[in-house]
């Protein structure tokens, strides 16, 4: 378990292993595979809610993959999309960090394109695509879950986040409140963060933080006006 609390250490403190550590923390990571789940589960969450996550991801894909090994797939996988400026994982990991520190959104960013290696094609241009791989992440982001024994509650929520990433953002005071009745005024905001944060990993050329800016004012006028969004609120 050490093993993994030295990522975690790294992730929150920002403290970084010598050479010699970080070599034998991937070599012996497999020591991993006896350890309970539950306290397995217990540092990888308390290790994504690190500040320096990003770097604790990307200099340890090998050990987190032992709790998770639905991501290493995603380890150096290229997107050859011009939206994208890193790898799969390289992105995943700079989305988590992009977020804030809130369990549901940062474990749903480091499952939400876990299907995106089986998902890739090619156009005659060369272009990578992906299309359908929300769906797909989530069928194993269910695995992956599963394995980790999250509480169901926090399954669910974590799940419907990474099915509805790649929607498009609401951009009318109808479309938010068709949102909030979709997903209800708690789940709806974590959505927007997961997207907002998706995005800052991605090219910047193709920035829709002014969209999602938007959606969130909207979203706010909804909650301080007390409009209705559903049948209940009439």
């Given at each position: 378990?050490?093993?993994?609390?030295?990522?975690?250490?790294?992730?929150?403190?920002?403290?970084?292993?010598?050479?010699?550590?970080?070599?034998?923390?991937?070599?012996?990571?497999?020591?991993?595979?006896?350890?309970?789940?539950?306290?397995?589960?217990?540092?990888?969450?308390?290790?994504?809610?690190?500040?320096?996550?990003?770097e604790a991801l990307c200099g340890f894909?090998?050990?987190?993959?032992?709790?998770?090994?639905?991501?290493?797939?995603?380890?150096?996988?290229?997107?050859?999309?011009?939206?994208?400026?890193?790898?799969?994982?390289?992105?995943?990991?700079?989305?988590?960090?992009?977020?804030?520190?809130?369990?549901?959104?940062?474990?749903?960013?480091?499952?939400?394109?876990?299907?995106?290696?089986?998902?890739?094609?090619?156009?005659?241009?060369?272009?990578?695509?992906?299309?359908?791989?929300?769906?797909?992440?989530?069928?194993?982001?269910?695995?992956?879950?599963?394995?980790?024994?999250?509480?169901?509650?926090?399954?669910?929520?974590?799940?419907?986040?990474?099915?509805?990433?790649?929607?498009?953002?609401?951009?009318?005071?109808?479309?938010?409140?068709?949102?909030?009745?979709?997903?209800?005024?708690?789940?709806?905001?974590?959505?927007?963060?997961?997207?907002?944060?998706?995005?800052?990993?991605?090219?910047?050329?193709?920035?829709?933080?002014?969209?999602?800016?938007?959606?969130?004012?909207?979203?706010?006028?909804?909650?301080?006006?007390?409009?209705?969004?559903?049948?209940?609120?009439?």
């Open positions: 378990l050490r093993i993994l609390r030295g990522v975690r250490f790294y992730a929150t403190l920002g403290l970084r292993p010598d050479p010699a550590a970080k070599e034998a923390m991937i070599r012996m990571a497999p020591l991993l595979a006896p350890v309970s789940r539950e306290r397995c589960t217990q540092e990888l969450i308390r290790t994504l809610m690190g500040e320096y996550i990003t894909p090998a050990v987190v993959g032992q709790v998770v090994p639905q991501i290493l797939p995603a380890v150096g996988f290229p997107q050859n999309n011009r939206h994208h400026i890193y790898d799969v994982w390289t992105h995943t990991a700079n989305s988590v960090g992009l977020a804030a520190p809130d369990p549901v959104v940062r474990l749903a960013l480091l499952l939400h394109d876990l299907g995106k290696p089986q998902c890739y094609t090619e156009d005659s241009r060369g272009e990578g695509h992906f299309y359908g791989h929300a769906l797909h992440s989530a069928r194993l982001a269910e695995e992956a879950i599963k394995g980790l024994r999250i509480p169901k509650k926090d399954a669910a929520a974590v799940l419907q986040l990474i099915r509805h990433h790649d929607d498009p953002i609401p951009a009318t005071l109808a479309q938010v409140r068709q949102s909030l009745r979709k997903f209800g005024p708690k789940q709806f905001p974590l959505l927007l963060q997961v997207k907002r944060a998706d995005n800052l990993a991605q090219n910047p050329l193709y920035s829709k933080q002014e969209q999602l800016d938007r959606a969130e004012a909207l979203l706010g006028q909804v909650m301080a006006e007390g409009l209705c969004y559903s049948v209940r609120g009439l």
